[in-house]
């Protein structure tokens, strides 16, 4: 059994940036995919970004491409969404999670191919 526990949302100006961290505990961290996912009020679940065991490989959805970055520090059993030139439709509330066993190869974008969620942290980007 996995827990995580996200910090790092609040209130920016358009613009400006902010880093979410995920802290992971309970069970091994490094040996298993992390993914960032978002959903805005009235708004299906997006997946925003992924990262393999090791960090070595990443996936970003085109929304936020070049503005955001996932990345992980195992020693510290953490990963992070640094967000950059947010924008308005970024506000959100946002997830970080695990898979419930490793994936053998890629990375996955899809809500069900995650099994241990946060609680979520609120981000409002204000105009």
């Known amino acids: 059994q996995v827990q995580l526990v996200e910090s790092g949302g609040g209130l920016v100006q358009a613009g400006g940036s902010l880093r979410l961290s995920c802290a992971a505990s309970g069970r091994t961290f490094s040996v298993s995919a992390m993914g960032w996912f978002r959903q805005a009020p009235g708004k299906e679940q997006e997946f925003v970004a992924a990262?393999?065991?090791?960090?070595?490989?990443?996936d970003h959805a085109d929304s936020v491409k070049g503005r955001f970055t996932i990345s992980r520090d195992n020693a510290k059993n953490t990963t992070y969404l640094q967000m950059n030139s947010l924008k308005p439709e970024d506000t959100a509330v946002y997830y970080c999670?695990?898979?419930?066993?490793?994936?053998?190869?890629?990375?996955?974008?899809?809500?069900?191919?995650?099994?241990?969620w946060g609680q979520g942290t609120q981000v409002t980007v204000s105009s």
């Open positions: 999670a695990t898979p419930g066993r490793p994936w053998m190869f890629g990375l996955r974008r899809a809500r069900n191919e995650y099994a241990y």
């Open positions: 990262i393999s065991y090791n960090g070595a490989n990443t």
